[in-house]
């Protein structure tokens, strides 16, 4: 099973959810990845020891001049504008290029072959006995989808798999929810929490992926938030209140269910739930 931990907005409290979910179920069982390749931050909570470190790139184009008739055929069918042909001279922007391969292969002179150019690396480890892997995005690389993919390739698919997923609604998180088999979307109980719900939701809805909601600083805002998952028939799985104890543990770097072991029941409660409205969907 396959469960992905998305938001709208950055600061809701996804990362939180994911590792205290991940560490209150059976250790054997479950594998956490953190997808949020532009900043991952699961491994600050975790603490993994990393036995591996892969690479990862994309293929990019370069021109043999000596073949090169500037025919302008390459530029044509680049859809990210990667290719310029300006007079006798191919201008390559590896940086919009998505390693789609459609300039090298469409060339009628054969002109073009690729190289690879590394965009981030994918680390994977164990922590407390589960399997973990996350993904760092060179700083300044533009495109995380590419790095998500290759992060997802290490899916244990025998196993309760926990996706930690970037903010926003963006390429990314459409990259990291797309699969899955529930989403669990953090949200708060503000204006802009219930905003970025909304733009979540319908997300998901085009993705039809099954959905339920996790209010995090309950004591906080307003009811809106219900009101609206109330409206759409979609379920608040779990409420996590404005606490002290909770904020104190995340500045140290420590799961909340490690600092209060009482949160632990609260979190497979969660699961449990999860896992009763996934069967409830599959039967559908």
């Known amino acids: 099973m396959i469960i992905s931990i998305a938001s709208g907005k950055g600061g809701t409290g996804k990362t939180t959810v994911a590792v205290n979910l991940a560490l209150s179920l059976l250790k054997e069982s479950t594998q956490l990845i953190d997808c949020d390749v532009e900043e991952p931050n699961s491994h600050l909570f975790l603490k993994p020891n990393i036995h591996q470190v892969t690479s990862v790139g994309i293929s990019v184009p370069r ?6 008739t500037y025919c302008g055929k390459c530029a044509q069918v680049c859809e990210y504008h990667a290719i310029a042909v300006i007079l006798k001279n191919v201008l390559v922007f590896d940086e919009l290029c998505h390693g789609c391969g459609a300039c090298s292969y469409l060339c009628p002179e054969k002109a073009i072959s690729e190289v690879e150019r590394g965009i981030g690396i994918v680390q994977e480890g164990s922590s407390n006995g589960i399997p973990f892997v996350n993904g760092v995005l060179n700083v300044g690389e533009p495109m995380a989808s590419p790095l998500i993919r290759k992060v997802k390739e290490r899916i244990w698919k025998d196993k309760i798999v926990i996706l930690d997923a970037p903010p926003g609604t963006a390429c990314p ?66 409420e996590i209140p404005m606490d002290r104890e909770i904020a104190e543990s995340y500045s140290k770097g420590i799961p909340i269910v490690f600092e209060n072991p009482c949160y632990a029941p609260l979190f497979l409660s969660l699961f449990q739930k999860v896992e009763k409205l996934y069967g409830e969907c599959r039967r559908k």
């Open 173 to 238: 998180v459409i990259e990291t929810v797309k699969g899955s088999d529930f989403c669990i979307l953090v949200t708060e109980p503000t204006p802009f929490g219930l905003n970025d719900l909304e733009l979540a939701v319908g997300m998901l809805e085009k993705l039809g992926i099954p959905r339920g909601v996790v209010v995090n600083k309950v004591d906080v805002g307003n009811r809106e938030v219900w009101d609206y998952c109330q409206s759409k028939n979609i379920p608040v799985l779990m």
């Open 63 to 68: 021109i043999d001049e000596s073949k090169c």
